[in-house]
């Protein structure tokens, strides 16, 4: 018999503020988390809204040199890791390190520290640049610096599949605990790109909202007025345990991990497969991975970017997995109110998922004013609904077309 997996411990920095009561109480509450960029000029780009980290200081997480030497999107995935340790109570030492690890996903690592050096390199020169400039940026530094804090010296990967990332680490970190590699793990992942060459490169693809005289409700998932995402920033880290480790030693169980799936659409490099095949696989294979039926599922929180192509997709692929059960289902995008934190998406997702089955309350997808015919479920429009959450699934899709799946459902021992 397989291994049972629960979480014990959350930890999130993202543009609805620092930490999971903060983030909790803001995304039950329907708040937005967008706003126009502040950390650049971006009078010049289609698009100047994102969903930003506000209220957030490095140097509450890590010391002054760290923070010189490590870009953003580390100092974020080590504050999430910080929380999230602290609230499971784990502790690594020299007994358990070996079978303690650390999984996470970035879509595109430092981006801010690389736009930053390349400006060093043309305006003063190779010299000037800093020693610190690759191991700051790398992506697989995220988990590479979360273990060297906590001594974690078992399974140690950094995934980059675009937008589905964190998911997909969340999905590895169960599997190596399922299948007795670790007895715990730190996973989910972080992102940090509101940049100019990101936000150029989106605004290029003609991806991006550009409602920006209105940018708290630009990011409107499945409405008929969508006009593409907003792009967001932050971490979402999540403890796993093998579950008797977690019961010996009295932790706080949020819910059990339950399902994993992850797909390929073959199909298109930033399109998703219109039919949905590559989601109704992931879907259906977390299902069955967690040895349920679909009806046996009572929410989703959607991948939902709020583009025409993902949502109108998306939505047909949860038909074609659930049938006449869709029409049951709860489904919402918190990506309303945190915009899409593209390689961070999937681990601040898996975090509020496993808040809506511990608490029973889902949370609304905001800007939900005209429906679309083409999307017809219920997306529990604009205000959040008490309802009692036995399994829940948490989408995320990628470029490229990968696809990962989450189920989480209430812990029962």
Not at 3 to 17: I, S
Not at 178 to 206: K, Q
Request: aromatic letters at 8%; hydrophobic letters at 40%.
């Amino acid at each position: 018999m397989s291994r049972r997996v629960v979480v014990t411990g959350l930890g999130m920095v993202t543009p609805l503020g620092t930490g999971i009561e903060k983030n909790w109480e803001m995304v039950c509450a329907g708040k937005s988390g967008i706003g126009p960029i502040t950390k650049f000029d971006a009078s010049q780009f289609s698009s100047q809204i994102a969903g930003e980290v506000l209220d957030f200081k490095s140097e509450d997480f890590m010391d002054k040199q760290q923070v010189r030497r490590f870009d953003i999107f580390v100092h974020y995935a080590v504050a999430s890791a910080r929380m999230a340790m602290e609230d499971s109570g784990l502790k690594i030492d020299s007994k358990n390190r070996e079978r303690v690890g650390c999984i996470t996903g970035s879509g595109l690592g430092g981006l801010t520290m690389l736009e930053h050096y390349h400006k060093v390199l043309l305006e003063k020169g190779p010299r000037r640049i800093s020693p610190f400039f690759i191991p700051g940026m790398i992506a697989n530094m995220a988990p590479g610096q979360i273990a060297i804090e906590y001594g974690a010296k078992g399974p140690n990967l950094s995934i980059e599949t675009a937008c589905a990332a964190s998911s997909h680490a969340v999905g590895e970190s169960f599997k190596q605990i399922r299948e007795g590699t670790a007895d715990a793990m730190i996973t989910g992942g972080s992102e940090a790109v509101v940049t100019p060459l990101a936000l150029g490169g989106f605004c290029s693809m003609r991806a991006l909202s550009t409602r920006n005289d209105e940018p708290e409700k630009a990011s409107r998932p499945f409405d008929l007025d969508r006009d593409g995402f907003v792009m967001g920033e932050g971490a979402g880290i999540l403890i796993l345990e093998e579950m008797n480790h977690a019961l010996e030693r009295g932790a706080h169980i949020y819910a059990e991990v339950a399902g994993y799936g992850l797909s390929g659409d073959a199909y298109h490099v930033s399109a998703p497969e219109p039919d949905g095949g590559g989601a109704i696989s992931c879907m259906s294979m977390a299902i069955e991975d967690a040895g349920l039926k679909p009806e046996d599922i009572d929410y989703i929180n959607a991948h939902g970017t709020s583009t025409k192509l993902n949502d109108e997709s998306e939505n047909k692929a949860v038909k074609a997995v659930f049938g006449e059960h869709a029409y049951k289902l709860a489904i919402s995008s918190t990506k309303s109110m945190t915009g899409h934190l593209l390689g961070g998406a999937g681990g601040i997702e898996a975090a509020y998922t496993v808040l809506t089955v511990k608490h029973g309350i889902m949370p609304p997808t905001i800007n939900y004013e005209t429906p679309d015919p083409v999307c017809d479920l219920d997306y529990v429009p604009n205000e959040a609904r008490k309802a009692k959450v036995r399994a829940a699934i948490s989408n995320s899709f990628g470029f490229g077309g990968t696809n990962a799946t989450l189920l989480f459902k209430a812990f029962e021992p």
